[in-house]
């Protein structure tokens, strides 16, 4: 199927217990690339060729997606799931197919010196705990007036969840604030009343939360029900849907959470998605999806495939591209301003830029906050704590390559 | 011919004299919440001896075996066995002195063929670990074999060779009774409690199993207990006959005499035979 | 350690009445869902031996019935109507295909086809209704929203949420008019003659075709209030599913065919879930609920083995 | 199928309760147990149904009582009337509606149910009412005095004998116009078998319920059944008036155990092997 | 016609007791490990290998585990997903705690401490029987998982909270690790579970099998036979732990490479389920065929579509192959309750018997 075009996969999920979250994100990344073909007859002249398989979320299926796709030269994956992604590391050498695990997945991949096949840009989640804790310090008038202060975080009890934990221990230390930690099961996601019963005991001055699937909305709720103060509540970009904050209801307005991709419909390129595929009946999504959070984290994520596509095609002047190519585009991908602008996404993204060094690259976030109907952009960019972050990353990333020694050394050369 | 006396002091007949017991059941009682299952009986079993236990429904004879081999503990009472007195023990327990039994609602091992039924009554006297079976060439194989000879000649001697292969769930009720029977003598036990082994039974296969209970009785010199509902049956076989009637034991003695017994025909024979 | 274990979470107890009240109440509201999942299992399981495995997706099933219909522009209380008569056939459905061929055999055989109707039930609803969460439309309904707080001493206060008040009245209702049905007709007994022995009770006339086409039906209607109460907590979404797990201890601590016992299950459950969890959970990390409530049957269960209100397992040769 | 065998079950029609024609049973698609059975039972009638074990009696019985799906075993072939209806394709709880109960082998009460509650679901199909009931229920305990003692006991902690007495009883409380026993004195004391047979006489005398017996206990079947006939390896292979099977030479040897010279013991049987067989 | 056993005599008792004594049968073995150790590796691609013939082997081996527990000594449990994540835990952390020993040595150890916590959790099967035994095992299953969580030592304190698997060699062959071929890890897992398999027909025909099968049957019959149903019973989950634990090893040592907490999930545990009741309780091969369907054929589903180029979308193949096994699992169970084994048997019944039927 892929003589004829770049084959790129999507492993989504639309169904299980995550198909909630799953949803637009498939439908973001789906569009955005369907957008292309219709508009543009792809990239670089040849046409994307799309296909989704269904994980469910699950990583059994996951590897059994990954298994079915790659031999047809995939050029990359999407996990969307950090378990997926965790089984995936290891192949993406051997396979020589990159992995796009935008801002989930294994931290550590940000080093590009161990995890040359892996990609996490924009941020990895200990960027995301460290720009909580900044925006948090500035809400306080400074970080030094963290000292004191508790703030609690509520977290999925799974390696997602559990992987910001270092970093939150390191800043209470360093800040002097007290850091009290509610694990939710994956299997108690809908039912965490006693966890914020616990947080009504403790009184925490702020909430920090990872949540995913059904957690999140349930996580707003409770927090209604116990009175919590919900300017106080921040989640992380994946706890930012549209339907987790509306599951909260009145109650919910104020509820804050972290993104880094843009807010509303009103980006030409969105319009011509719209336009081209939603409108055309070409694609399963919602109209009234366009937009919100989690379909436009879908589109970015379709974005930075389509960027690293056209950077491959440069790069060796081929149109269909290997994964291999897809690595060294990757590794040159240069989202400026004035490329989004080309785009049709002028303020869509904080510009990214990808070393070989750094795959992530710990790219400024923002925090919005929901009226009661829809998200709004609350404050500006915020640079992570890099100073911080990079020293752990790294760590992580020699610890993971000894705990698998022997752990490959980069062979592939540095594009740029 | 001489009155049957009801309580425990029988007068010792020859027959009692000549051998020594094997088990001997002193004043047991027992009870379930309300319902008095057994109230204080005893009596005795002696060596090679084919005895009987009759009585009405619900007498409590079931009861009885239940407390012989150990799966219900009498309240009062105790049992002695080969001469020393039997502490509170498990099924397991009186099952490896020598204590085999059938059951009056068939409790074969219902998945498991006709052969794998009466090897299972081999399991005690099967030894090999749980490895050497793994491995199954050598001494586990060598020890399955021969046992199995041993239950041939059992299925031999039951006439059961055409249903080796069959699942026990699927035979009629009287093969069943027959393959549950067999199951019972491959353990080789000293004393074979048999609980209604001919209900269900028509005449002809009831002939074929009073022959095998005889030659186990004789061949092997195994002790047998049975309760029996068929009164020609157990006035043919058994050496000695015990009637319990609510609970409570009614007579004891020679078949002949129990039969003749006004209290017997009252509470269980009803019309003479 | 030791004082972490036996004496700080009296003292909190003690100390803070107004929260140690509200833990209890979260316990009792816990307590009284769980109940009304088990509820459905019970009453499957009374009247068939049967071990519904799929009472968790109806649950879901209902649920998205009836936010479905309404979100196609059905009127709430039409769209509850018409959601009854799809689980009517439902019912009727499952004993027609499922049930009825499978009549006498084996309890786990019985367990494996109610499995086999989960995985269809998950794909046919999603089929229908799609992976998305809905929000359960409890107002429309005319559920009681909103919440009340007590005050207690200076600072203390008690949250009591309406929904969750109505959940446990509504609870209430069912279980008392479900123990009514099941013990004092002359269905109740019949239910309880099938799950002993199918073929006999065939033998003596018992039509279990009928008998299933209520039972499932009955537990059908539970398994809708059920949706409806969880769904007002959380959201409707197949996630729910996971939360039938939580009936198993409920249903196993009750006892299998007990309707009180469920009741009674889900509350000791439920109490017992939230106190350990809030005052001892922390001393472990957190998260014991996911095990707690297992333990906690389990521990009941080696004192009775059929469970508190269960019938006896007779044993006899 | 013959004609004869048509023609014999149009004209009987009139006082026939019962007939079965002809039918083949195979279990689980490949054992087939019944090889072409037919009987009839008269209204009104004790008929017996004798053979030795594996003949297939209880198979029959469960053919008429639609009982047989339940065991994954099926009718391939015949017919088989109630009270001048086709009945195969009806549910069971129909057939004991209209009338006809099967009293299963191997007692099957219900464990968990009282001795009293199971004798209710007797009469589940009944609609005359709960004094009509409770006089039932007074009926079956004077036939069953015992039950009475033990009417709170959970049945499944009842002895043997006991439990059948609560099989009888319960089938007894359905009112029907026929019932199918099977093997009802297996597990009685003697006293209790005279007895039962005396309630089936009576039942059968007073109030017109008609009998097919499966037993083994022969002695006492031919001496209370009209009619007898004896199965072997899922076949009839002879039937006739209970007096007349009485005075079979073959039926007295084989079955009866009263060879020429009067009953032989037990205790003298020879151990030899299958003896003579109406079928090869 | 074909399938008949007449003519063949036995003429001893060792002969008539080995695990086929049909001839046909025997025949029919042979040819399907001629096809598993020499035809499919000749021909398969990688997906074959990785996604269906090493799954499939992973799961059979431990239906085989959760059939000796449930199928031959008659425990209902609930927790065999949990008892497979011990032997990866273990066998993850007996690598790193001794690197230069081989890795299959280390796997078939593993098993060993899920049988031991097997046999823990097995205790409470003394009291406590049928529906009811599950809540112990449903304990066993959400503690563990649990610990597999919140014990970061079982994990190496990784930030992920998940193990990954290094590269280990055996012969100068890589065997586990991402850079472990198809080939490979398949010889590894079907030699495994070919072997224990056959260990375990072996002890299923013996005394221990047999006393099992006593205990599912009729546990008092049993005692009152002499056997010790604790004693029994622990062997029983003993056993089953440590076969579901090294089934579990090799799920993630040579199926998934990488493996968290939820891999071990209860819905691991009811697959399981699944494949051994439909397989066919108390059957060898009956787990190997649960396995196929529960494993194979949504894969298969999944793919068939796309294959004969049907355009449908992916989450719609998924909702249809939901709804098609679980029609296919009631379809199943009508024709044959007793699972797939039994439906083969009555199979070869009818072969016999063919071409003239009964
Ligand atoms: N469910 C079943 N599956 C397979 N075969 C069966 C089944 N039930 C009975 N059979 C077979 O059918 C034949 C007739 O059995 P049936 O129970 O009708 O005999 P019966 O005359 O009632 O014997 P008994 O006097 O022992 O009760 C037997 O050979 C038996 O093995
Ligand atoms: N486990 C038990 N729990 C309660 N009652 C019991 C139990 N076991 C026996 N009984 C009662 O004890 C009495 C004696 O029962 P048992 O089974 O010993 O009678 P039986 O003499 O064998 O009668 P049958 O000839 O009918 O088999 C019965 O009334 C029975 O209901
Ligand atoms: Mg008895
Ligand atoms: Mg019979």
């Known amino acids: 199927a892929a003589e004829d075009g770049n084959y790129v996969p999507l492993l989504t999920y639309r169904t299980g217990p995550y198909a909630g979250s799953g949803i637009h994100i498939a439908n973001g990344m789906n569009d955005y690339l369907q957008m292309l073909n219709e508009r543009d007859g792809g990239i670089g002249g040849v046409k994307i060729v799309i296909e989704e398989c269904e994980t469910g979320y699950n990583a059994q299926k996951g590897v059994e997606c990954y298994e079915a796709t790659k031999g047809k030269n995939a050029v990359v994956y999407n996990p969307y799931s950090t378990g997926i992604t965790l089984q995936l590391i290891p192949k993406a050498a051997v396979d020589k197919i990159p992995v796009l695990s935008m801002g989930y997945g294994l931290s550590a991949a940000a080093d590009g010196n161990t995890f040359p096949w892996v990609f996490n840009v924009p941020d990895t989640y200990w960027d995301g705990a460290s720009v909580a804790i900044k925006y948090i310090g500035e809400q306080e008038g400074g970080l030094e007036n963290l000292k004191g202060k508790k703030i609690g975080y509520i977290f999925l009890d799974a390696g997602y969840g559990r992987e910001p934990i270092p970093l939150f221990e390191q800043m209470a230390e360093k800040f002097g604030f007290e850091l009290v930690k509610y694990a939710v099961p994956g299997k108690e996601m809908q039912n965490q009343s006693s966890q914020w019963l616990n947080v009504r005991r403790d009184r925490p001055d702020y909430m920090i939360m990872w949540g995913w699937g059904a957690m999140s909305p349930t996580a707003i709720k409770e927090a209604v029900k116990i009175r919590y103060p919900m300017d106080k509540f921040i989640g992380v970009w994946w706890s930012a849907g549209d339907d987790d904050a509306a599951a909260g209801g009145e109650g919910a307005k104020g509820y804050k959470a972290m993104n880094f991709s843009g807010v509303g419909s009103d980006y030409p390129a969105i319009q011509d998605i719209k336009k081209l595929v939603v409108d055309a009946g070409k694609s399963q999504t919602d109209p009234e999806s366009i937009g919100s959070t989690l379909y436009n984290r879908g589109v970015l994520n379709s974005v930075i495939i389509a960027e690293g596509i056209r950077a491959a095609q440069q790069l060796t002047g081929k149109k269909v591209i290997t994964g291999e190519d897809m690595r060294a585009g990757l590794e040159t991908l240069d989202l400026t301003n004035e490329r989004l602008a080309e785009l049709g996404l002028t303020g869509f993204a904080h510009p990214m830029k990808v070393t070989c060094e750094d795959h992530a690259g710990s790219h400024p976030v923002f925090i919005q906050q929901w009226d009661g109907e829809k998200w709004a952009v609350a404050s500006g960019w915020i640079e992570p704590m890099k100073d911080l972050v990079r020293p752990l990353l790294e760590a992580a990333a020699k610890d993971y390559a000894e705990k698998n020694a022997p752990w490959p050394k980069r062979t592939e050369a540095c594009p740029n | 011919m001489n009155a049957i006396i009801s309580n425990n002091e029988l007068p010792q007949d020859d027959f009692a004299v000549e051998r020594e017991d094997l088990l001997r059941v002193d004043n047991v009682s027992l009870s379930f919440g309300g319902v008095k299952a057994i109230t204080n009986i005893s009596f005795d079993i002696k060596k090679g001896e084919i005895r009987a236990i009759i009585g009405p429904n619900g007498a409590g004879k079931t009861s009885m075996l239940n407390v012989i081999n150990g799966f219900y503990h009498p309240q009062e009472g105790t049992i002695t066995w080969q001469g020393k007195v039997r502490r509170k023990m498990k099924p397991y327990e009186a099952a490896s002195q020598g204590i085999a039994r059938t059951f009056q609602n068939v409790a074969l091992f219902k998945g498991m063929t006709t052969l794998d039924n009466i090897m299972s009554g081999r399991s005690l006297k099967m030894r090999k670990n749980f490895f050497l079976q793994m491995a199954w060439i050598g001494p586990a194989r060598t020890e399955e074999i021969e046992h199995r000879k041993k239950v041939e000649e059992i299925i031999d001697f039951l006439e059961i060779e055409a249903i080796r292969k069959t699942p026990v769930g699927r035979l009629p009720y009287g093969l069943q009774k027959r393959v549950e029977l067999g199951r019972a003598l491959a353990m080789e036990p000293d004393l074979l409690l048999l609980d209604e082994p001919m209900a269900g039974m028509n005449l002809e296969e009831k002939e074929d199993m009073s022959r095998f209970i005889l030659d186990v009785n004789q061949e092997f010199g195994t002790t047998i207990a049975l309760i029996e509902h068929d009164m020609g049956v157990v006035m043919d076989l058994s050496d000695r006959v015990v009637v319990l009637d609510y609970g409570k034991k009614i007579a004891d003695g020679a078949p002949g005499d129990v039969q003749a017994s006004q209290a017997v025909i009252d509470a269980y024979l009803g019309v003479s035979h | 350690m030791l004082y972490d274990i036996f004496i700080d979470p009296f003292v909190q107890m003690v100390e803070m009445p107004d929260f140690f009240l509200q833990v209890l109440w979260e316990g009792f509201v816990a307590g009284i869902l769980y109940a009304l999942i088990a509820l459905g299992f019970v009453l499957i399981f009374k009247a068939s031996g049967v071990f519904n495995f799929a009472q968790g997706i109806m649950v879901v099933f209902a649920g998205l019935t009836l936010v479905g219909l309404h979100e196609n522009g059905v009127p709430a209380f039409l769209a509850l109507i018409l959601t009854i008569g799809v689980m009517g056939v439902l019912a009727y459905g499952i004993e027609r295909v499922v049930m009825r061929p499978l009549v006498n055999q084996p309890d786990i055989i019985l367990l494996m086809a109610t499995i086999g109707l989960t995985y269809f039930l998950i794909g046919f609803g999603e089929f229908v209704f799609g992976g998305e969460p809905k929000r359960m439309i409890a107002e429309e309904l005319g559920l009681p929203t909103g919440s009340t707080a007590f005050e207690m001493g200076e600072r203390g206060l008690v949250i009591l949420q309406h929904i969750d008040i109505a959940a446990a009245v509504i609870a209430i209702i069912m279980v008392t008019a479900l123990g009514i049905f099941f013990n004092k007709t002359r269905i109740g007994r019949a239910l309880r003659a099938v799950a002993d022995d199918h073929q006999a009770a065939l033998s003596v006339g018992i039509s279990l075709n009928q008998i299933w086409a209520i039972v499932w039906f009955a537990a059908g209607l539970v398994a809708l209030a059920t949706g409806i109460m969880w769904g007002a907590r959380s959201d409707v979404s197949f996630a729910l599913e996971i939360v039938a797990f939580k009936a198993l201890p409920v249903l196993i601590l009750g006892g299998f065919t007990s309707i009180p016992g469920a009741i009674i299950g889900g509350l000791i459950i439920g109490f017992g879930e939230k106190i350990g969890e809030i005052y001892w959970g922390g001393l472990v990390g957190g998260g014991i609920e996911s095990w707690l409530a297992y333990i906690i049957a389990l521990i009941f269960l080696l004192f009775r083995p059929q469970g508190l209100f269960g019938e006896k397992i007779i044993e006899r040769v | ?280 | 016609m074909f399938y008949r056993e007449a003519g063949q005599f036995k003429t001893s008792y060792e002969a008539d007791q080995s695990l086929f004594p049909i001839r046909q049968d025997r025949i029919g073995l042979a040819v399907i490990l001629l096809v598993a150790f020499i035809v499919i590796p000749l021909t398969a691609n990688d997906f074959f290998l990785t996604s269906i013939m090493i799954p499939f082997l992973v799961f059979s081996l431990a239906a085989i585990g959760l059939n000796v527990l449930t199928g031959f000594a008659g425990q209902l449990s609930l927790g065999s997903g949990a008892f497979m994540g011990v032997g990866a835990y273990a066998a993850y952390k007996l690598t790193s705690i001794f690197p230069d020993v081989n890795v299959i040595f280390l796997v078939l150890v593993s098993g060993v401490f899920s049988a031991g916590v097997g046999a823990i959790f097995g205790l409470p099967s003394l009291r406590i029987k049928g529906l009811y035994l599950a809540v112990t095992t449903l304990a066993a299953q959400f503690f563990l998982e649990w610990c597999f969580i919140r014990i970061p030592w079982l994990y190496n304190y990784n930030a992920s909270g998940a193990i990954e698997i290094p590269k280990r060699e055996m012969f100068g062959v890589t065997i586990s690790g991402a850079e472990a071929t198809p080939i490979a890890r398949y010889f590894v897992v079907l030699v495994i579970t070919v072997l224990i398999a056959g260990l375990i027909a072996n002890v299923m025909r013996g005394r221990i099998g047999r006393s099992w099968m006593m205990i599912r049957d009729m546990d008092i019959a049993a005692e009152l036979m002499g056997i010790r149903p604790l004693q029994t019973k622990l062997l029983a989950f003993a056993v089953s732990s440590y076969i579901c634990g090294v089934a579990g090893a090799m799920m993630v040592f040579f199926w998934l490479n990488a493996a968290e907490p939820s891999s071990y999930s209860i819905t691991l545990s009811f697959q399981i389920l699944f494949m051994v009741i439909l397989g066919g309780l108390g059957s060898i091969a009956g787990s190997f065929m649960g396995a196929a369907f529960i494993w194979i054929l949504p894969v298969f589903l999944k793919f068939v579509p796309g294959a004969i180029g049907i355009e449908i979308g992916a989450e719609t193949v998924e909702h249809l192959t939901f709804m098609i096994v679980g029609a296919l699992i009631i379809f199943f169970l009508i024709v044959e309750p007793h699972g797939f084994a039994r439906l083969w048997q009555i199979g070869k019944q009818k072969l016999r018997v063919w071409p003239f039927p009964y």
């Open chain 4, 1 to 280: 199928m013959t004609k004869p065998n048509d023609a014999q079950t149009v004209d009987a029609g009139a006082e026939t309760i019962l007939s079965v024609n002809n039918i083949e049973v195979i279990y689980d698609h490949v054992i087939l147990v019944l090889k072409g059975v037919s009987l009839t039972i008269p209204k009104g009638g004790i008929v017996a149904l004798l053979g030795a074990n594996g003949a297939g009696k209880t198979t029959t019985l469960k053919a008429v009582s639609n009982l047989l799906r339940a065991e994954r075993g099926e009718v391939t072939k015949g017919k088989i009337l109630f009270d001048g209806d086709e009945v195969q394709s009806l549910s069971p709880n129909e057939l004991v509606r209209r009338g006809c109960i099967q009293v299963m082998e191997g007692r099957h009460c219900f464990g968990h149910l009282s001795i009293e509650e199971n004798l209710l679901t007797g009469a589940y199909t009944r609609k005359d009412g709960a004094a009509a009931v409770r006089a039932d229920l007074e009926m079956v305990y004077n036939y069953f005095p015992r039950l009475r003692e033990r009417r709170q006991s959970q049945a499944g902690y009842t002895s043997g004998g006991e439990q059948q007495m609560c099989a009888i009883g319960r089938a007894l409380m359905s009112r029907p116009k026929m019932i199918l026993l099977d093997e009802p004195s297996m597990g009685l004391a003697p006293q209790l078998v005279e007895e039962i047979f005396e309630i089936v006489k009576q039942l059968n005398d007073n109030e017109g319920v008609s009998f097919l017996l499966a037993e083994q206990n022969t002695n006492v079947a031919l001496r209370y059944a009209t009619y007898g006939y004896i199965m072997e390896s899922g076949r009839i292979v002879l039937d006739g008036d209970a007096k007349a099977l009485r005075e079979n030479e073959d039926v007295k040897e084989f079955y009866l155990g009263v060879g020429g010279e009067g009953r032989k013991s037990f205790k003298n049987v020879k151990h030899y092997k299958r003896r003579k067989r109406w079928l090869a």
